[in-house]
């Protein structure tokens, strides 16, 4: 806004001057500092005492607490001014006048230095600031106070804890300093329960907590970061559990989120002993390299490692099938009708959330993928399995038929037998081998026509009169991403959909591996602080992703303590 301000003050001799300035500011500040807009140099005012800003059309005077001013003769702290109003500051007299053209504030400030010597205005009164100055020596209330407070918070409680339990619990149940006091800051929740046995982590007073004491109660549950002959090993046993998990901290944070606890040695990964293909990583944003997944291969089902970004990648499962289809918007034809699927359809995410069960073929395909055969028994369906245990449902299937006597529309006349009639043995072996005939025609068209051949990759073997078909064994992969941690249900937001992360609308073959390269992560993500690259993004320090303790690597079994000792011993 536009400010005018005319300043109309009298001299001592009584003359009266005049001054105008203008200024362009949002607000304008009143107060006895010299970088004020509007400066009263006088000791009632404080250095910074009220401001003047727009409201909306309005003009709010607020004061700096607990200052206040005079306004039209009441005190107040704040106000809104309008045309008409007087503002009372020590000697100073601020009025709100009609505004000229072009300006939008207009203030008349009359100043009388006559008053600003008057007698209420004198020094003001000295005050005592010292001990010395009221008589008292420092040194021995300080020597006092020092005495008291290391016998009542130190000698006191080290004694009754020599004395034993009875004597600490006494202390702790007095009024009276006890050990308790010596605590740093409360446990985590995690811990809550060695609240009052400090001596169960902390073994002597006065000695920092030793991994021993964390192994007493979590040898069974903690992994290793590396395998025990990995060259940084060594070290990594003698580091202490202390430097990633701090305690008696506020706010309490028992797993330390410092990206340089991880960086200190993945920046350098060759010399701290990795194989000579690890990539440095200091940063999610700065320096990561992309995702390496992990895929079972057929026909052996080893796991293979690869990077995404850097070949073209594709899952050999022996799986026949297009994401594309059967996410088509328009719908797919399914005995019910047509059906517009959803990665839920299939993809049901475990209880925890952090990943999906397995996908069963009764449950999520059969309702459009029926395994019926005989139009006559509709409800009749053939296992899905093992290829011989098929064949043998289809002839138990069709033999009951035949010699039951009922028809059968592709069956020969001469096959069969009327209700009711006896057969000879010779004329039971003849329907039987019609069944098996009929059993290994539907048997044909199930496993390599209509249902078999759409998803798996089917052989024919055996002989014309005793086919068999083998079926190649599926095996998808279930964890793409094994060293690293992700949950799916802290993901399903509004503003993220399977498709934000998947492009399965456009997998036309079951080899397509969906997973997300980083820079589609790094839409969202940042670093440690999630404000890198001047982007505000969610923080992602290592620890959101990967853990320390790896599953997968060897137990922290209790022998190591016997080891930890012994390096303690010899340094």
């Given at each position: 806004?536009?400010?005018?301000?005319?300043?109309?003050?009298t001299?001592?001799?009584?003359?009266?001057?005049?001054q105008?300035?203008?200024?362009?500011?949002?607000?304008?500040?009143?107060?006895?500092?010299?970088?004020?807009?509007?400066?009263?140099?006088?000791?009632?005012?404080?250095?910074?005492?009220?401001?003047?800003?727009?409201?909306?059309?309005e003009?709010?005077?607020?004061?700096?607490?607990?200052?206040q001013?005079?306004?039209n003769?009441?005190?107040?702290?704040?106000?809104?001014?309008?045309?008409?109003?007087?503002?009372?500051?020590?000697?100073?007299?601020?009025?709100?006048?009609?505004?000229?053209?072009?300006?939008?504030?207009?203030?008349?400030?009359?100043?009388?230095?006559?008053?600003?010597?008057?007698?209420?205005?004198?020094?003001?009164?000295?005050?005592?600031?010292?001990?010395?100055?009221?008589?008292?020596?420092?040194?021995?209330?300080?020597w006092?106070?020092?005495?008291?407070?290391?016998?009542?918070?130190?000698?006191?409680?080290?004694?009754m804890?020599?004395?034993?339990?009875?004597?600490?619990?006494?202390?702790?149940?007095?009024?009276?300093?006890?050990?308790?006091?010596w605590?740093?800051?409360?446990?985590?929740?995690?811990?809550?329960?060695?609240?009052?046995?400090?001596?169960a982590?902390?073994?002597?007073?006065f000695?920092?907590?030793?991994n021993?004491?964390?192994?007493?109660?979590?040898?069974?549950?903690?992994?290793?970061?590396?395998?025990?002959?990995?060259?940084?090993?060594?070290?990594?046993?003698?580091?202490?559990?202390?430097?990633?998990?701090?305690?008696?901290?506020?706010?309490?944070?028992?797993i330390?989120?410092?990206?340089?606890?991880?960086?200190?040695?993945?920046?350098?990964?060759?010399?701290?002993?990795?194989?000579?293909?690890?990539?440095?990583?200091?940063?999610?944003?700065?320096?990561?390299?992309?995702?390496?997944?992990?895929?079972?291969?057929?026909p052996?089902?080893?796991?293979?490692?690869?990077?995404?970004?850097?070949?073209?990648?594709?899952?050999k499962?022996?799986?026949?099938?297009?994401?594309?289809?059967?996410?088509?918007?328009?719908?797919?034809?399914?005995?019910?009708?047509?059906?517009?699927m959803?990665?839920?359809?299939?993809?049901?995410?475990?209880?925890?959330?952090?990943?999906?069960?397995?996908i069963?073929?009764?449950?999520?395909?059969?309702?459009?993928?029926?395994?019926?055969?005989?139009?006559?028994?509709?409800?009749?369906?053939?296992?899905?399995?093992?290829?011989?245990?098929?064949?043998?449902?289809?002839?138990?299937?069709?033999?009951?038929?035949?010699l039951?006597?009922?028809?059968?529309?592709?069956?020969?006349?001469?096959?069969?037998?009327?209700?009711?009639a006896?057969?000879?043995?010779?004329?039971?072996?003849r329907?039987?081998?019609?069944?098996?005939?009929?059993?290994?025609?539907?048997?044909a068209?199930?496993?390599?026509?209509?249902?078999?051949?759409?998803?798996?990759?089917?052989?024919?073997?055996?002989?014309p009169?005793?086919?068999?078909?083998?079926?190649?064994?599926?095996?998808?992969?279930?964890?793409?991403?094994?060293?690293?941690?992700?949950?799916?249900?802290a993901?399903?937001?509004?503003?993220?959909?399977?498709?934000?992360?998947?492009?399965?609308?456009?997998?036309?073959?079951?080899?397509?591996?969906?997973?997300?390269?980083?820079?589609?992560?790094?839409?969202?993500?940042g670093?440690?602080?999630?404000?890198?690259?001047?982007?505000?993004?969610?923080?992602?320090?290592?620890?959101?992703?990967?853990?320390?303790?790896?599953?997968?690597?060897?137990?922290?079994?209790?022998?190591?303590?016997?080891?930890?000792?012994?390096?303690?011993?010899?340094q």
């Amino acid at each position: 806004m536009r400010i005018l301000i005319r300043s109309l003050e009298t001299e001592k001799a009584g003359a009266l001057r005049t001054q105008e300035r203008a200024l362009e500011s949002d607000s304008l500040s009143i107060g006895r500092a010299t970088d004020q807009n509007i400066q009263i140099n006088d000791p009632r005012i404080d250095l910074q005492h009220a401001r003047l800003s727009r409201s909306g059309s309005e003009l709010q005077l607020t004061c700096t607490p607990p200052a206040q001013v005079e306004i039209n003769g009441r005190l107040q702290r704040s106000a809104i001014l309008k045309v008409g109003d007087e503002i009372s500051l020590g000697p100073s007299l601020i009025k709100v006048v009609e505004n000229p053209v072009g300006y939008d504030v207009t203030l008349t400030i009359e100043r009388d230095v006559r008053e600003s010597v008057a007698v209420e205005d004198g020094p003001l009164p000295k005050f005592s600031m010292s001990l010395a100055e009221v008589g008292w020596r420092k040194r021995p209330w300080a020597w006092a106070g020092i005495s008291v407070s290391l016998v009542l918070g130190l000698v006191l409680p080290w004694l009754m804890v020599g004395r034993g339990d009875a004597s600490i619990e006494w202390l702790r149940q007095s009024v009276l300093p006890s050990d308790m006091q010596w605590t740093s800051g409360a446990l985590h929740s995690a811990h809550g329960n060695l609240e009052v046995a400090c001596e169960a982590c902390h073994e002597q007073p006065f000695r920092r907590v030793r991994n021993e004491q964390c192994l007493d109660c979590h040898a069974n549950t903690l992994h290793q970061h590396v395998p025990a002959d990995h060259p940084a090993a060594a070290n990594m046993t003698a580091d202490r559990c202390t430097t990633c998990h701090v305690e008696h901290d506020e706010p309490s944070n028992l797993i330390q989120l410092d990206t340089r606890i991880c960086s200190d040695c993945h920046a350098e990964p060759q010399s701290h002993g990795a194989r000579p293909k690890a990539l440095p990583v200091t940063d999610f944003v700065s320096q990561h390299p992309d995702f390496q997944i992990s895929l079972l291969t057929a026909p052996d089902w080893k796991v293979t490692r690869a990077r995404l970004g850097e070949s073209e990648i594709v899952e050999k499962s022996n799986l026949e099938f297009t994401h594309a289809a059967h996410l088509n918007p328009k719908g797919i034809k399914a005995p019910q009708g047509e059906v517009v699927m959803e990665c839920a359809d299939c993809h049901t995410p475990t209880e925890s959330g952090t990943s999906f069960k397995p996908i069963e073929m009764e449950q999520h395909c059969g309702s459009c993928h029926t395994l019926g055969f005989d139009p006559a028994e509709p409800k009749r369906t053939v296992p899905h399995g093992e290829p011989a245990l098929v064949i043998q449902t289809l002839i138990d299937h069709y033999s009951r038929r035949f010699l039951g006597g009922y028809s059968d529309a592709v069956a020969a006349a001469d096959g069969v037998t009327p209700p009711g009639a006896s057969l000879s043995a010779a004329a039971r072996a003849r329907v039987l081998g019609s069944a098996t005939q009929r059993a290994n025609q539907v048997a044909a068209d199930i496993f390599e026509r209509r249902m078999c051949a759409d998803c798996h990759t089917v052989t024919r073997e055996g002989t014309p009169t005793e086919p068999l078909w083998s079926v190649a064994p599926v095996k998808l992969t279930q964890t793409f991403m094994p060293k690293a941690r992700f949950d799916h249900a802290a993901h399903a937001t509004g503003e993220a959909t399977c498709e934000t992360c998947h492009a399965a609308a456009d997998a036309k073959v079951a080899s397509d591996v969906l997973m997300p390269q980083i820079k589609v992560c790094r839409d969202c993500h940042g670093g440690e602080t999630g404000t890198e690259g001047g982007q505000a993004r969610i923080a992602s320090p290592c620890a959101s992703c990967h853990v320390y303790h790896d599953k997968q690597e060897p137990l922290w079994i209790p022998v190591m303590k016997k080891v930890i000792r012994e390096a303690a011993v010899s340094q």
